[in-house]
């Protein structure tokens, strides 16, 4: 069933290394949208557990289509605790003069953008109020030039002629540049990989290579959190923090660039570059660095250093609009996971192991560009349907391994949809708060 986004996914990562990894298809499911959704996770697990595959030297891998469902929602069932809320009150769809928006208030300075621009108290009656005197456009780039992050919501028809649609679809899903040369890398495991990235796609990959065999170290700045994500995206990974402001700080990180293999990280274009770590400084403390980046709307035109989260991009690029009208509801429907960084963010795992199976075999160092929006593309370029699937079940008695003594209390975790030589991944570390760990490797 996933076959298109297989064979497309597959075009992306390139380069032809060819491979004889057998696949296994097991389970069944089907997430309520009117698009397909299921097909493209199971394709995106898929093509990050082939590459793993082939780089390992590994001959079958099985992927489990439920578990893939599952994983692209929440992976932890407390035991005597419980997570909190995903979203900030304030945050959500609003209904303005023309149209629907929505306002994404999760961090602090995104949150007080908003509320500074709306000349409002955080109270949302009162911002429902306010918000319904505006135009969609004109309240979405307010916010947006205040540094807040917001989107109005489009037609898939919109998008399609939007300046910016235009050139996401033009770029391709996975942008390959040369890094450099060095020495053959061989496997995953003790591979170092820098992980700078943040709310969600990015950290979906980094879990992944953790899994894997991979040492991730995790950065973060101070004061920055993820209350109802951390204990989803720190599995396998030990955590520091650095304020790349400081002096000092700016020296660890520098050492440790020079010593890492890879570096993910989900910074908008011109971001370190404003921290003085442009792509010729990184090139220089590490050559022949492996990076793979991520973005919300793109790498190019005038939408390519906005904020964006899945949420966002959802509503920009017509997905939650054309939920509505199938659905034929009276507020937007969006996919029911957040499918675009979940599916990202295997496929920003997948480009890691293809640049290092093309390093092992030639010693050319790739990196790797990819955004939300595209792959909302590749959703949409999949086609759309009347609403059909259902929630899976996530209560069977055959979901979960062993406790699991997170930094919160014990937990249990969803099994892994993917077995590679029938083994799943054994993460090294539970779950835990983020900067308690040394900035070394």
Known sequence: MADDFNRQINEALGLDLADDVKVVQRGSGELSACFRVSDMAEAAVTAATRELAALLGARDISIDRRFCLLWFGMTLRPSGWSLPSAWDPL?????????????????????EAALRVLNCDPDKARLTEVIADWKKNDLE?????????AAAMHSLAEWAHHPQGQQVHSEPLIAWHQSGYGPKLSGLRGRRVLDLTRILA??????????????????????????ALEPEVTLGKRRAGLDLHVVSDRQIFERLIAQADVLVHGYRPGALDRLGYDAETRQRLSPGLIEVSLNAYGWGGAWRERRGFDSLVQMSCGIADEGMRRAKDTKPVPLPVQALDHATGYLMAAAVLRALRHCQLTGERLSARLSLARTAALLVDGGVHDFHGSPINDTADDLCHDMETTSWGLAKRLKFPACVDGKLPEWPRPAGLLRIDDARW
Do not use: C, K, S
């Not at 945050?91 to 949150?111: E, F, K, P, S, V």
């Not at 780039?141 to 992050?149: F, L, P, T, Y």
């Not at 990015?202 to 209350?227: C, I, M, Q, S, Y």
């Open 141 to 149: 780039d307010a916010v947006v030039n205040e540094g807040g992050a």
């Open 91 to 111: 945050a959500g769809d609003y209904q303005a003069a023309d149209g629907w928006i929505r306002l994404h208030t999760n961090a602090q300075h995104h949150r």
């Open 202 to 227: 990015g950290p979906v990959a980094t879990r992944f290579l953790a899994g894997f065999g991979a040492d991730v170290l995790r950065l973060d700045p101070p004061n920055w959190h993820e209350p």
